[in-house]
């Protein structure tokens, strides 16, 4: 049987299949990210289907929260999205076909007596083989329930997988599975591999807890005639102690990282690097991840998930942003800073000014509101710890005498500013400590700031010696 890698390949087609039971979480982030970028390097094609065979599990909310992450991380499906679910006639029309090219069979046996078959078939160390596939069907009870099994192959089973390398599962450790259940619905490996077929997927990438599928799925392609398409099964994501990865990690949902502030390309980026590398580059952007990424670069030991290391690679496509996006993307918790009303035109272009310098001190959308709230901060000012200290009556006068100086200075300028109060220091014989502080105080009312002369141009002439002079009287 010819794989994929062995022909002609006119279009790569890869895919993203999850299941609806709940939120787009980091590892399925992840496998989107990986077959978005391969079919994207190759000028081919990205397609979804939504896996909601389970009924009982699968949710219209969760199928929303699905598209939802997909396109918050800006992975582009071609084509509507498929349902599983609504090819459940063409699941049933190949099992019947596996019937009649003798490659399926139906099994009558009860659950009671399957459940004796298997413990059998472990004590005996091979793998279940039903009683039903050397018997003709008018020997069953009339009326009665069956399943529709495929006819295990009894030769060991060897698949080329590209970050695996071969691997080979003997006969025995694949039982006469079931494709169709009694109620006629279809099970997992069969709905995979007709949709996969019919969808002319060339590539598949995913977790390696599939890796026991690819085996049983690759059986079925070949008693249909099917080209098997090229599988990767990249180790799944683990936490920061090695282990298995879960809620406690910080195994959220791809809009959870939305909420606490980060950029759509910094997660991306990220997610690239968990699990794939090319040499030591850590910055890419998307341009970038899509000329260099191939299967070559994809790593056989799980991927450790480092929330430090998130936030560092959020940070450095922070700097890289768009500053009136990163407004508008920030706004929220700008909002969330004030219990009042505080977007005007002179406060958009306060922060506008001040973005430049902001960005490079915030990991987060949120990181970068705070580092702005000096910008807002609502007066009068209520001080506490160091801010209060700062202000006693000697600095409150030394401001009085700074708000002078300051006046007098036509040039607005960081240089201007930066310089005047080196200037000042230096009269009042003192410490720039003892400038520095309670200016900062009175600028900032202790919020997160840059250096003063910043946040005097940034807050402008009027407002910045309006805040100077609010502190400057002795008693305040």
Same mark, same amino acid.
């Given at each position: 049987?010819?794989?994929?890698?062995?022909?002609?390949?006119?279009?790569?087609?890869?895919?993203?299949?999850?299941?609806?039971?709940?939120?787009?979480?980091?590892?399925?982030?992840?496998?989107?990210?990986?077959?978005?970028?391969?079919?994207?390097?190759?000028?081919?094609?990205?397609?979804?289907? *939504? %896996? $909601?065979?389970?009924?009982? /599990?699968? +949710?219209? !909310? #969760?199928? =929303?929260?699905?598209?939802?992450?997909?396109?918050?991380?800006?992975?582009?499906?071609?084509?509507?999205?498929?349902?599983?679910?609504?090819?459940?006639?063409?699941?049933?029309?190949?099992?019947?076909?596996?019937?009649?090219?003798?490659?399926?069979?139906?099994?009558?046996?009860?659950?009671?007596?399957?459940?004796?078959?298997?413990?059998?078939?472990?004590?005996?160390?091979?793998?279940?083989?039903?009683?039903?596939?050397?018997?003709?069907?008018?020997?069953?009870?009339?009326?009665?329930?069956?399943?529709?099994?495929?006819?295990?192959?009894?030769?060991?089973?060897? *698949? %080329? $997988?590209?970050?695996?390398? /071969?691997? +080979?599962? !003997? #006969?025995? =450790?694949?039982?006469?599975?079931?494709?169709?259940?009694?109620?006629?619905?279809?099970?997992?490996?069969?709905?995979?591999?007709?949709?996969?077929?019919?969808?002319?997927?060339?590539?598949?990438?995913?977790?390696?807890?599939?890796?026991?599928?690819?085996?049983?799925?690759?059986?079925?392609?070949?008693?249909?005639?099917?080209?098997?398409?090229?599988?990767?099964?990249?180790?799944?994501?683990?936490?920061?102690?090695?282990?298995?990865?879960?809620?406690?990690?910080?195994?959220?949902?791809?809009?959870?990282?939305?909420?606490?502030?980060?950029?759509?390309?910094?997660?991306?980026?990220?997610?690239?690097?968990?699990?794939?590398?090319?040499?030591?580059? =850590?910055?890419?952007?998307?341009?970038?991840?899509?000329?260099?990424?191939?299967?070559?670069?994809?790593?056989?030991?799980?991927?450790?998930?480092?929330?430090?290391?998130?936030?560092?690679?959020?940070?450095?496509?922070?700097?890289?942003?768009?500053?009136?996006?990163?407004?508008?993307?920030?706004?929220?918790?700008?909002?969330?800073?004030?219990?009042?009303?505080?977007?005007?035109?002179?406060?958009?272009?306060?922060?506008?000014?001040?973005?430049?310098?902001?960005?490079?001190?915030?990991?987060?959308?949120?990181?970068?509101?705070?580092?702005?709230?000096?910008?807002?901060?609502?007066?009068?000012?209520?001080?506490?710890?160091?801010?209060?200290?700062?202000?006693?009556?000697?600095?409150?006068?030394?401001?009085?005498?700074?708000?002078?100086?300051?006046?007098?200075?036509?040039?607005?300028?960081?240089?201007?500013?930066?310089?005047?109060?080196?200037?000042?220091?230096?009269?009042?014989?003192?410490?720039?400590?003892?400038?520095?502080?309670?200016?900062?105080?009175?600028?900032?009312?202790?919020?997160?700031?840059?250096?003063?002369?910043?946040?005097?141009?940034?807050?402008?002439?009027?407002?910045?010696?309006?805040?100077?002079?609010?502190?400057?009287?002795?008693?305040?």
């Amino acid at each position: 049987m010819r794989s994929h890698a062995q022909q002609k390949v006119l279009m790569i087609r890869t895919r993203f299949a999850p299941s609806p039971t709940g939120f787009l979480h980091i590892g399925g982030a992840r496998t989107a990210l990986f077959n978005w970028l391969f079919a994207k390097h190759h000028g081919g094609e990205f397609l979804l289907r *939504i %896996e $909601d065979t389970d009924r009982e /599990r699968s +949710t219209d !909310a #969760a199928i =929303e929260a699905i598209l939802d992450g997909l396109g918050w991380l800006g992975l582009d499906w071609t084509g509507e999205a498929v349902s599983q679910f609504s090819r459940a006639d063409r699941h049933k029309e190949i099992a019947d076909q596996l019937i009649e090219n003798g490659h399926a069979f139906r099994c009558y046996c009860t659950p009671d007596e399957v459940s004796a078959l298997r413990e059998q078939a472990f004590a005996d160390g091979r793998a279940l083989r039903s009683p039903w596939r050397d018997r003709d069907s008018s020997q069953a009870p009339a009326g009665a329930d069956y399943v529709v099994r495929f006819r295990a192959s009894d030769a060991d089973m060897v *698949i %080329e $997988d590209a970050v695996q390398g /071969r691997v +080979t599962w !003997a #006969a025995k =450790e694949f039982d006469d599975l079931v494709i169709l259940r009694s109620d006629g619905t279809p099970t997992y490996n069969l709905a995979v591999v007709v949709d996969d077929h019919d969808m002319e997927i060339t590539h598949i990438i995913r977790g390696d807890d599939h890796l026991i599928n690819a085996g049983r799925q690759s059986q079925i392609y070949d008693a249909m005639g099917w080209d098997r398409p090229v599988f990767a099964h990249i180790p799944l994501i683990h936490g920061d102690d090695g282990k298995k990865l879960s809620k406690r990690h910080g195994a959220l949902g791809a809009e959870a990282y939305r909420d606490m502030g980060y950029l759509p390309e910094g997660l991306r980026n990220y997610l690239l690097r968990l699990g794939w590398a090319k040499g030591d580059q =850590e910055f890419f952007t998307d341009a970038d991840a899509i000329a260099a990424f191939s299967m070559d670069g994809l790593k056989k030991s799980p991927a450790r998930l480092d929330l430090e290391k998130m936030a560092h690679i959020n940070s450095l496509h922070l700097e890289k942003a768009d500053d009136a996006r990163l407004l508008e993307l920030a706004w929220p918790w700008i909002e969330a800073l004030e219990e009042r009303e505080t977007r005007s035109d002179l406060i958009e272009a306060r922060y506008l000014a001040a973005l430049p310098v902001l960005k490079t001190r915030a990991s987060t959308l949120e990181e970068l509101a705070s580092q702005g709230y000096f910008l807002i901060k609502a007066r009068p000012y209520t001080f506490t710890g160091k801010a209060a200290k700062a202000l006693n009556d000697e600095a409150r006068a030394r401001l009085n005498r700074l708000f002078t100086t300051l006046s007098d200075i036509s040039a607005w300028t960081e240089d201007a500013l930066g310089q005047a109060l080196k200037d000042f220091a230096e009269t009042e014989e003192v410490g720039f400590g003892k400038v520095g502080q309670p200016l900062r105080a009175a600028l900032t009312g202790g919020a997160p700031a840059p250096d003063l002369a910043q946040v005097m141009v940034f807050l402008g002439r009027e407002e910045a010696l309006d805040r100077i002079k609010e502190q400057s009287a002795p008693g305040q």
